[in-house]
């Protein structure tokens, strides 16, 4: 005998996480003519829910999500004395908020963008002592920074034209005022570009039996 009852036939199925059975059951709960008994079942049916997700149990707010999956399987008529307050229908249909991208470019990738923001801020000091140590702070962070990244030694003058440039000419800087610092665990840092093996016979190492054996190879993958 065909089956009769298909799912085409049978109505929408609102969430595929939790199964038909779960939307049934729901159906079922909201037939129910005494109020606190639909409230005792639906507190029932959220720790079977919560048993057939046991990764929700991670989660913070497990219990809330799943009294509002039980109200949109409701279509949002569930009347219970739920423990959290239901959910608005118009949160389906609410759009994310645009997350704001930073359209400010950086000038200098390898300084990075925070101390773009630093030389800005630096910028709109006044005058002082203060200024001064936060300006030679920076210089050194940008002479190792770049000593690190690039292997360069910046003079004073390249880095007073820099801070001139990232502060869109604010900053007027004497290169011999600069009281730049050097790192010393970077200035020991030896940089060397790995050297191409020579292979012989071949091109590749073979073990005494003739085949190839990669546990004889020393090699660094880059």
Known sequence: MLQADYNTSRP?????????????????????????????????LVQVMLNLNPTMKEQTDARQKLWDHLY????????????????????????PQIIPYNDNMIRF?????????????????????????????I??????????????????????????ILSKGKLELNPERLEVYQDQSIANRKFHRPQKEHRQGGGRNQS?????NRRNRNFRKF
């Open 72 to 95: 949109l399987l409701s279509d949002f008529q569930l009347d219970v004395d739920g423990p959290y307050p239901a959910p608005e229908p118009e949160s389906l249909n609410r759009k």
């Open 139 to 164: 210089a050194s962070f940008m002479y190792n920074s770049c000593k690190s990244w690039n292997n360069e030694n910046l003079s004073n003058e390249v880095i007073a034209e820099h801070l001139r």
């Open 208 to 212: 005494a039996g003739g085949k190839f």
């Open 12 to 44: 929408f199925l609102k969430n595929s996480e939790f199964g038909r059975a779960i939307q049934d059951y729901v159906h079922y709960i909201m037939q129910q003519p005494d109020k606190a008994k639909r409230t005792s079942l639906c507190h029932s």
């Open 109 to 137: 990738r390898f300084y990075g963008r925070n101390l773009q923001l630093m030389v800005q801020r630096a910028s709109e000091m006044e005058d002082g002592p203060i200024k001064q140590d936060l300006v030679n702070l």
